[in-house]
């Protein structure tokens, strides 16, 4: 039988609809998951696409199945599995095969594997996938880390299948290493914020303006048709306005407000703070999501402490004030992928993988979640201003900064006064409020280090004056 051009390890949900995608793309591939009844049942729903698929109930029959120089994609759960996997297959593999790890890895466990395979004949691929199940299936935004020598013998098959947008496929090389699952894991913390952003704004129109799901659905439905038209819009709409099949009543009023998280979020909280960049919108949908799981402590917390009282939710122009819900939505999702831009310019800088930020947001036009035609304003702003320190200071972002940041403000206001929780929205405001201002605060923070610690601190007139009149006998070191 004629050999595969590669082969893919996991069936699960993501491998199976990814290697049917490879399969009907032209390509012949072997297929492998640690339970066979796994690859039985994969092969016979196959169908038409059998003819390409080879289905291997052991790993040698799976390696033997592929044509050497084999690109093999490991599909399965991320972690010590993706090690266990990678020891069961290196003794059976030959040079220049090339392992693919495509799950949601930890990026320094990637730079760990790469290292791991550098002198053994083999080369190691690690490539963020994202777009969920249909993604996988229909085309996925991906994003590789790895030799651009590894890559060039891939590029076919990954861009075959990837997402297209405007005729270009959604799918590059980034840089070695670990480039390609950091950036996943920034696209990832940057989906955190969108969607907590969406769930704040639900929120305002829900309790705030009393509106029912299916009302809200509309609200988002008429943004899907503007500027902020998006996947994540769209399906906002769409769960929204889905019935419970049991009860009849919206399915969103039925569903536990507890919101679960697998650790691409927390990654990239701790890896921007890490570098000492601030990412607060990220950080406070992360926060979120860890509060929303803290169920019964907020029971138990609204029965002690009540709900805040608050004057009622009063709006004179109802419709004025949707108006500033979008536009708030839209400048606060400005900050938030300006922190993921920021977080990937600084580890560029910091693991030397010069990541090519317009083709980044290119790739993530189509195929992944955060999918948006803001992400062509946002190509469109790199290119044209490729040495910016920040999204927010290239001119067509500063112009959308100006237009929008007077509703963000009224909107955070509104739900402060009210007592309705905006976490991310206010970071991204507060975010910008410090990121504009030339004069900020910490010249109190450096008085009061130097008292306490003789810290020392540079002056506004660049004389060299490093301490503060404080006396020796005041300050306690700590
Ligand atoms: P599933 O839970 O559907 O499948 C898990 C797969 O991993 C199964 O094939 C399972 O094999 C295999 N597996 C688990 N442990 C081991 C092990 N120790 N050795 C060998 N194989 C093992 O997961 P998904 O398909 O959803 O996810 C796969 C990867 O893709 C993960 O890294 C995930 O984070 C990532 N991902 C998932 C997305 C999604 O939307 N679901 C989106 C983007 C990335 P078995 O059948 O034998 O249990």
Redesign the pocket.
């Known amino acids: 039988m004629e050999q595969a051009e590669i082969g893919l390890?996991?069936?699960?949900?993501?491998?199976?609809n990814l290697a049917l995608n490879i399969a009907e793309k032209g390509n012949r591939i072997a297929v492998f998951?640690?339970?066979p009844e796994?690859t039985r049942a994969f092969y016979e729903a196959a169908g038409a696409l059998q003819d390409r698929i080879i289905p291997c109930e052991t790993l040698e029959e799976f390696v033997a199945a592929i044509r050497p120089p084999r690109p093999i994609i490991i599909?399965?759960?991320?972690g010590?599995?993706v090690d266990?996997?990678m020891a069961l297959l290196r003794p059976i593999l030959s040079d220049n095969d090339i392992i693919i790890d495509?799950?949601?890895?930890n990026f320094r466990d990637t730079m760990r594997r790469f290292d791991g395979l550098k002198d053994s004949g083999l080369t190691f691929i690690g490539m963020g996938?994202?777009?969920?199940?249909e993604?996988?299936r229909n085309g996925p935004s991906i994003m590789v880390g790895g030799t651009p020598e590894s890559y060039a013998r891939v590029e076919k098959v990954l861009t075959s299948i990837a997402a297209v947008y405007d005729g270009a496929p959604c799918c590059a090389w980034l840089g070695t290493d670990g480039a390609g699952h950091f950036v996943k894991t920034i696209h990832n913390g940057i989906e955190y914020a969108d969607m907590q952003m969406i769930a704040e704004i639900y929120g305002i129109l829900r309790d705030g303006l009393n509106m029912s799901a299916s009302e809200i659905a509309n609200v988002f439905g008429e943004w899907n048709r503007g500027r902020l038209n998006s996947y994540l819009i769209e399906i906002t709409e769409i769960v929204l306005n889905a019935a419970d099949p049991i009860t009849g009543k919206p399915i969103v009023d039925m569903i536990l407000d507890q919101a679960g998280q697998?650790g691409t979020g927390k990654w990239s909280v701790i890896e921007s703070q890490q570098m000492g960049v601030p990412a607060t919108a990220i950080e406070a949908a992360v926060a979120a999501r860890s509060i929303s799981s803290m169920k019964a402590e907020r029971e138990a917390a609204e029965g002690i402490l009540g709900l805040p009282k608050v004057p009622e939710f009063v709006v004179e122009d109802r419709a004025a004030f949707i108006k500033d819900l979008e536009n708030a939505l839209l400048a606060a999702k400005v900050g938030a992928y300006a922190q993921g831009f920021a977080v990937m310019a600084q580890a560029s800088r910091e693991f030397n993988w010069s990541l090519p930020m317009p083709v980044i947001a290119k790739i993530w036009r189509a195929g992944c979640i955060i999918r948006s035609q803001f992400l062509d304003e946002i190509t469109t702003a790199f290119t044209e201003a490729p040495e910016a320190a920040n999204l927010i200071v290239t001119p067509a972002f500063a112009d959308i900064v100006k237009d929008t940041d007077a509703a963000l403000r009224r909107v955070v206001s509104a739900a402060v006064l009210h007592g309705l929780p905006v976490p991310a929205l206010a970071s991204a405001l507060g975010y910008f409020d410090s990121y504009r201002r030339a004069r900020g605060t910490a010249n109190v923070i450096q008085g009061q280090r130097d008292f306490f610690g003789a810290h020392g601190f540079d002056r506004v007139d660049g004389a060299d004056a490093h301490h503060g009149p404080w006396g020796s006998g005041l300050g306690h070191k700590s």
């Open positions: 390890i996991g069936l699960g949900v993501m491998g199976a998951n640690r339970t796994v599909m399965i759960k991320a010590d599995p266990q996997q495509a799950g949601n890895a996938v994202s777009g969920g199940e993604g996988a697998k």
